[in-house]
């Protein structure tokens, strides 16, 4: 039995919705839940100088409980009290007391309310609840590392040295977006529990492949591995490899996935163009060669080198295909790239001697330049 003062103490506990800011109606999105949340744990975070750890926990709390449609269920139904570890409804514990199969109607009845029950488990297990030592007794590991977990999955890492500044609040923003529990930054799609980390390649690997080893670093509940990594010809930069089950720990018990993504490293003359599997590469001309045409020798990224020759006016803009000079494709090596040589600038002499002027006038006599 509870107290008078324990009763008055649950009367003047804010509700989930005023720890948000946040009204109960049919339009609440789990938008606004967001916005709402992120406004209420930024002003409370236990980091921050104003800080109130019992807020930070509270709406926290709140956001995860609002945001899941079974558990916001239960919480209006029953309350906090039927977030709790143990909590039987009373219309359970009045079927309990019955002999549950005296008519059919009941029967019915009371297959209904065991539908439920198990949702309801299914829901309160979700929000952090496991059964323990085969009681059938279950305790909450919902506390304050499990909060600042939660707020690390939403917001990532922040510094609130640098971000909150002056204390605009509202205005914060996580600038450097979600870590894994490395620091390392995770993809958009990532999942919780994975460990995503990048490796690099030079554009000569990517065109050959090769072979890596990377090390991966310990974490939580998890050793130093080293992983063995097969790049094969044509890759690109953003290419992702997935090891299922193998990063950390998530809080349904399961385990996230190793994530490892390729990034190139800058080549001093070729780019890998952002579609197919052409390479680029650009030209700057002296104005003698952009009109007379020039040729070039360009060693490849196989170590052999092609030459290219044009007898064409080059005008910054236009490109030249090499063909068969690109990239190998990534399902099939047999199919290359092409090599497109674009002119970026054609380079003028700051001053010319009299007769190279006359020379040029002459030369250009009778031309028909279009726009002159």
């Known amino acids: ?221 998890l050793q130093e591995e080293i992983v063995d990594l097969n790049i094969k010809p044509g890759w690109k930069s953003g290419t992702k490899l997935t090891y299922f089950g193998r990063g950390a720990p998530a809080r349904d018990g399961r385990r996230g996935n190793l994530v490892l993504i390729c990034k190139q490293v800058p080549h001093p003359i070729f780019r890998r163009a952002d579609k197919g599997n052409d390479l680029e590469f650009d030209v700057r001309l002296p104005v003698s060669r952009a009109l007379c045409g020039f040729r070039a020798t360009v060693k490849g990224l196989n170590g052999k080198s092609f030459e290219f020759d044009t007898r064409e006016v080059s005008t910054p803009g236009k490109t030249y295909v090499v063909k068969g000079k690109g990239m190998p494709d990534q399902h099939d090596a047999k199919i290359i790239g092409d090599c497109v040589i674009r002119i970026t600038e054609v380079i003028f002499p700051k001053s010319l001697a009299d007769n190279q002027r006359v020379g040029l006038k002459q030369a250009f006599n009778g031309i028909d330049i279009e726009g002159v």
């Open 1 to 221: 039995m509870k107290n008078k003062r324990e009763e008055k103490k649950e009367e003047e506990k804010e509700s989930f919705y005023d720890a948000l800011g946040v009204k109960n109606t049919r339009d609440l999105s789990e938008k606004t839940l967001e916005r709402a949340y992120k406004k209420c744990a930024l002003k409370y975070h236990p980091d921050r100088p104003n800080g109130n750890a019992e807020k930070f926990l509270r709406c926290t709390k709140a956001f995860e409980t609002l945001r899941d449609t079974n558990l916001k269920a239960i919480y209006d139904k029953y309350g906090e009290e039927g977030l709790e570890p143990g909590f039987v409804p009373p219309q359970q514990q009045q079927f309990q007391q019955q002999q549950p199969f005296g008519g059919f109607q009941q029967q019915r009845e009371w297959a209904d309310q065991q539908r439920q029950q198990r949702q309801e488990r299914y829901a309160r297990r979700k929000f952090g609840f496991d059964t323990t030592g085969g009681t059938g007794a279950r305790t909450t590991s919902f506390g304050m590392d499990e909060a600042m977990r939660m707020f690390k999955e939403h917001f990532g890492d922040m510094d609130f040295g640098s971000e909150f500044g002056g204390g605009d609040v509202g205005g914060a923003t996580n600038k450097r977006g979600r870590r894994d529990a490395n620091g390392a930054p995770m993809p958009p799609d990532a999942s919780e529990g994975d460990r995503v980390f990048e490796f690099e390649c030079t554009l000569e690997e990517l065109y050959h492949g090769c072979s890596k080893q990377l090390r991966i670093p310990p974490t939580k509940g």
